[in-house]
């Protein structure tokens, strides 16, 4: 952990937030609905050899329509989705894309993430490839050498860090120190409690994200709880903070 931050307490309504929220039902059964058909007619269209399915309201697999995506399946280990194309590892990444960009409470850029490469138009996957080698070493990002980008990422066309950290989440689902999430909300809601970081999400660095991600890591240690609690309560509370504030704002106007 960062020797600067060593001085930062979990704060009490964090505590007793998190105390409320069984784990595995508030974290892996977190759920959205996505549109199967907006996702798979542009991954026809970009050629990229995927498709992504979810779950109607009686629980069967579809691959066309509105389903329902649970955070639990972005990972390998209790995805119960079928998957026949043998890309696990980009089908992962659209999928975290998928869950990510639908989620009332999470980033809400409704765009397509195109992930070929055109400068090797024989080998589109190969840069993406070499970056999910990268977030799937443990500990993740590390020694990614020649493909890093300035900032210490993977090289990873149209991914930005959010949906990067998301991916390494998915995929580390058995590490002690597990990656992270990496949202706007939460880094805001950190600040505000005393985390002396540059706010903005798409300018940071590995080293920064590492950061975070240790501290979301104390707190939960601190709190008895898992860091994923930690991060949503980050954002559960900055939303509340806004939402105050928007009332109040009307209050004034009214």
């Given at each position: 952990m960062d020797p600067r931050d060593a001085s930062l307490t979990v704060p009490g309504d964090c505590v007793r937030w998190c105390a409320s929220q069984p784990p595995e039902l508030a974290v892996l059964d977190d759920m959205v609905a996505i549109d199967l058909d907006?996702?798979?007619?542009r991954l026809d269209c970009h050629k990229i050899p995927v498709r992504l399915a979810g779950r109607d309201p009686d629980g069967q697999q579809v691959d066309t329509g509105i389903a329902f995506l649970r955070r639990g399946d972005l990972q390998r280990s209790t995805c119960t989705l079928e998957f026949g194309n043998g890309w696990w590892d980009l089908?992962?990444?659209?999928?975290c894309a998928a869950w990510l960009y639908a989620h009332p409470?999470?980033?809400r850029s409704r765009r397509f993430v195109d992930?070929?490469?055109?400068t090797t138009?024989?080998?589109?996957?190969s840069v993406i490839s070499a970056a999910?080698?990268?977030c799937e070493r443990s500990p993740a990002l590390i020694d990614a050498g020649p493909i890093r980008e300035w900032s210490g990422w993977p090289k990873a066309p149209g991914v930005g860090p959010s949906l990067l950290s998301l991916y390494c989440w998915a995929v580390h689902a058995d590490d002690a120190d597990r990656p992270q999430l990496l949202d706007q909300q939460a880094v805001s809601s950190l600040i505000r409690h005393g985390w002396l970081e540059n706010p903005s999400v798409p300018g940071f660095s590995v080293a920064r994200y590492t950061r975070y991600t240790d501290l979301l890591h104390h707190w939960a240690r601190q709190a008895g709880t898992t860091a994923e609690l930690v991060e949503m309560w980050l954002t559960h509370t900055w939303r509340e903070r806004v939402a105050a504030a928007d009332r109040l704002r009307d209050n004034h106007t009214a």
């Open positions: 907006w996702w798979n007619t089908t992962a990444l659209y999928l409470h999470r980033g992930v070929r490469n055109w138009p024989q080998q589109p996957f999910f080698a990268a």
